[in-house]
């Protein structure tokens, strides 16, 4: 059974503190990573996409992958209130097709 | 212009019953997605068509049918509505059908009563 292990959370921080999301994933032989924010009552928006090894940053938004250790992170930096939504990991499995498979999401609380 | 679409954003029936959902995307991609998103918010695949053809068709109870017309569009039909069919469904849309990134549409709110 293919899966993506996230911390449901809340996970609490200050205004203007660093925010990390971890990821967990159990096919060695993924291929594509993906952070998707979704708020309460809406669709999942794609804020970052990641294929290899290392960090990929993007304004505030830092993806990091290790595939060796099958886990990839987010961090967002100066965290807003507006940041307050829930954090979906998703990944492409292999085996071709672009089946992504999501994690439970880890709710983001930012508060003032 | 809305990339991806989704009709009705909301739909209350009742047991038993039939209903469509239909999804139309404009960005021109080649692969169209069925999602579906549970009360804890568990977000799982479908369905996915690749150019109108069946490429990915996982664990659902065949009362639920898509059907694709053209690569821009993806219908998805579910008979005899059941109480746990209610969830949101999300259509979603990537350029190709191998490791690109999806986008979604806006869900529809399915309630069965």
């Known amino acids: 059974q293919k899966e993506v292990e996230q911390n449901s959370g809340p996970l609490s921080v200050p205004e203007g503190a660093i925010a990390s999301l971890n990821c967990t994933y159990s096919d060695r032989g993924s ?3 993906f952070w998707y924010r979704q708020y309460s ?6 804020i970052m996409f990641i294929y290899s ?7 505030r938004f830092t993806a990091q992958l290790n595939k060796a250790s099958q886990y990839v992170s987010l961090l967002i930096r100066d965290s807003q209130p507006s940041d307050s939504a829930t954090y979906l ?3 492409t499995f292999s085996g071709g097709y672009n089946k992504l498979i999501f994690g ?3 709710r983001l609380a930012v508060h003032p | 212009d809305t990339a991806v679409s989704q009709t009705p954003k909301y739909l209350v029936t009742q047991m038993g019953n039939d209903k469509s ?6 960005l021109g991609h080649d692969t169209m997605y069925w999602y579906k998103q549970d009360s804890k918010k568990f977000l799982k695949i479908m369905f996915s068509y690749n150019n ?12 639920f049918s898509p059907k694709s017309p053209d690569k ?9 509505l059941e109480l746990g069919d209610s969830a949101v469904y999300f259509c979603a849309s990537s350029q190709t059908a191998r490791y690109t990134e999806a986008f979604f549409g806006q869900g529809t709110r399915l309630t069965v009563v």
């Open chain 1, 31 to 33: 291929q594509s990573f």
């Open chain 2, 72 to 80: 821009a569009h993806l219908n998805l039909h579910i008979n005899s």
């Open chain 1, 53 to 59: 090894n290392g960090d990929k940053e993007d304004g």
């Open chain 2, 21 to 26: 959902i239909k999804c139309e995307q404009n």
């Open chain 1, 104 to 106: 439970a999401g880890t």
């Open chain 1, 89 to 91: 990991c998703a990944v």
């Open chain 1, 41 to 46: 009552g809406k669709s999942p928006e794609l």
């Open chain 2, 52 to 63: 109108k053809e069946l490429i990915i068709n996982e664990t659902v109870p065949n009362r």
